[in-house]
């Protein structure tokens, strides 16, 4: 069924209207817009929890704006999908930072739009990439932070079937073989451990871009870096709770991206302070390129930080104050 010209007008496609959306707020400054853009009751699922109003996202963009103004951000993928004939879910991969410098980080929003207004988004942010590089205590960051916590949507079960239905409802049966390569690999490799897998699906010379504004590279750096965050929440698992399909020369070929939840117990390794034996509840997303059927590329966002500011809530340690969700 082909996707009603309703739901991304005035634009050409949906590939446009995120791109064009985007700037209008973050790059002109146009934060008004957010009110013709995003429903009254719009939900966002960010890393410090759930907010409900569209007034709590313009006031957190402005926050986000004021805090940085020197960096600018622009479209690296954008994967969307039809959900029907009036919506569409996108998965936008944001490369943001200073115009002169190297000082960059990414950020994956990923939206529900129906007839051109935004309903319920997931956002994550690579909070850590820009405390490393000005040398901040990370912990001192988190503790400056209260993780609200979630409602909604992200609080319920986990799709049984993702392929059909997501989060964000029924979702067309597309480039099914290779979106079960990736369920495979994410419930082979980062479920069941089996990490000498990892040759299975992707290529030998793959890249996987992460927080820290990190590039890994190879199958070894691969399991190195899934075996670094897995060692302090060693029974944790990942729950898959979207997925979007994309084929588009333009980003390379054929992309899928997944949304997913990662539930363990803090009772590992202590790389984020003195354990707690509590449960995190991490949202993360990530998109995956394809050729030839292997898996070539992955960029796997999640907030660091508001991980840490979990952790220290559940801790008992005080939040300065309250977190801008968006």
Same mark, same amino acid.
Request: hydrophobic fraction near 35%; proline fraction near 5%.
């Given at each position: 069924?082909?996707?009603?010209?309703?739901?991304?007008?005035?634009?050409?496609?949906?590939?446009?209207?995120?791109?064009?959306?985007?700037?209008?707020?973050?790059?002109?400054? =146009?934060?008004?817009?957010?009110?013709?853009?995003?429903?009254?009751?719009?939900?966002?699922?960010?890393?410090?929890?759930?907010?409900?109003?569209?007034?709590?996202?313009?006031?957190?963009?402005?926050?986000?704006? =004021?805090?940085?103004?020197?960096?600018?951000?622009?479209?690296?993928?954008?994967?969307?999908?039809?959900?029907?004939?009036?919506?569409?879910?996108?998965?936008?991969?944001?490369?943001?930072?200073?115009?002169?410098?190297?000082?960059?980080?990414?950020?994956?929003?990923?939206?529900?739009?129906?007839?051109?207004?935004?309903?319920?988004?997931?956002?994550?942010?690579?909070?850590?990439?820009?405390?490393?590089?000005?040398?901040?205590?990370?912990?001192?960051?988190?503790?400056?932070?209260?993780?609200?916590?979630?409602?909604?949507?992200?609080?319920?079960?986990?799709?049984?079937?993702?392929?059909?239905?997501?989060?964000?409802?029924?979702?067309?049966?597309?480039?099914? =073989?290779?979106?079960?390569?990736?369920?495979?690999?994410?419930?082979?490799?980062?479920?069941?451990?089996?990490?000498?897998?990892?040759?299975?699906?992707?290529?030998?010379?793959?890249?996987?871009?992460?927080?820290?504004?990190?590039?890994?590279?190879?199958?070894?750096?691969?399991?190195?870096?899934?075996?670094?965050?897995?060692?302090?929440?060693?029974?944790?698992?990942?729950?898959?709770?979207?997925?979007?399909?994309?084929?588009?020369?333009?980003?390379?070929?054929?992309?899928?991206?997944?949304?997913?939840?990662?539930?363990?117990?803090?009772?590992?390794?202590?790389?984020?302070?003195?354990?707690?034996?509590k449960p995190v509840d991490v949202l993360g997303i990530s998109q995956f390129t394809l050729h030839q059927?292997?898996?070539?590329?992955?960029?796997?966002?999640?907030?660091?930080?508001?991980?840490?500011?979990?952790?220290?809530?559940?801790?008992?340690?005080?939040?300065?104050?309250?977190?801008?969700?968006?």
């Open positions: 069924m082909p996707l009603d010209p309703v739901a991304y007008q005035p634009y050409k496609d949906p590939d446009d209207f995120i791109r064009e959306v985007t700037d209008l707020i973050w790059v002109d400054r =146009s934060i008004s817009y957010i009110r013709e853009n995003y429903e009254p009751d719009s939900i966002v699922h960010g890393a410090y929890g759930t907010s409900t109003t569209r007034d709590e996202v313009i006031e957190g963009t402005l926050m986000r704006i =004021s805090a940085t103004p020197d960096r600018t951000g622009q479209a690296e993928d954008v994967i969307w999908e039809a959900r029907g004939d009036d919506a569409f879910l996108s998965s936008h991969l944001v490369l943001s930072g200073s115009l002169l410098t190297s000082q960059h980080s990414r950020t994956i929003a990923n939206c529900l739009y129906r007839r051109g207004r935004m309903v319920e988004e997931w956002v994550v942010r690579d909070t850590l990439a820009g405390a490393l590089e000005n040398g901040d205590d990370l912990d001192e960051l988190a503790r400056a932070q209260a993780f609200r916590g979630y409602t909604g949507s992200w609080t319920e079960s986990a799709p049984a079937d993702p392929i059909a239905v997501g989060d964000s409802g029924p979702r067309p049966d597309e480039h099914r =073989s290779e979106v079960e390569t990736v369920l495979d690999m994410i419930q082979t490799v980062w479920n069941e451990r089996d990490l000498q897998k990892v040759e299975k699906f992707f290529h030998r010379d793959l890249v996987l871009q992460t927080v820290g504004n990190r590039t890994i590279i190879r199958p070894e750096g691969y399991r190195r870096a899934l075996l670094r965050f897995l060692e302090s929440f060693p029974g944790g698992r990942f729950e898959i709770r979207d997925i979007q399909t994309n084929y588009d020369v333009r980003y390379a070929g054929l992309r899928v991206a997944v949304t997913w939840k990662f539930v363990g117990d803090y009772n590992g390794r202590p790389n984020y302070g003195p354990l707690t034996g059927g292997a898996l070539v590329k992955e960029v796997r966002i999640w907030d660091d930080i508001a991980l840490r500011a979990q952790i220290a809530g559940s801790r008992g340690d005080e939040p300065v104050g309250p977190s801008n969700i968006y």
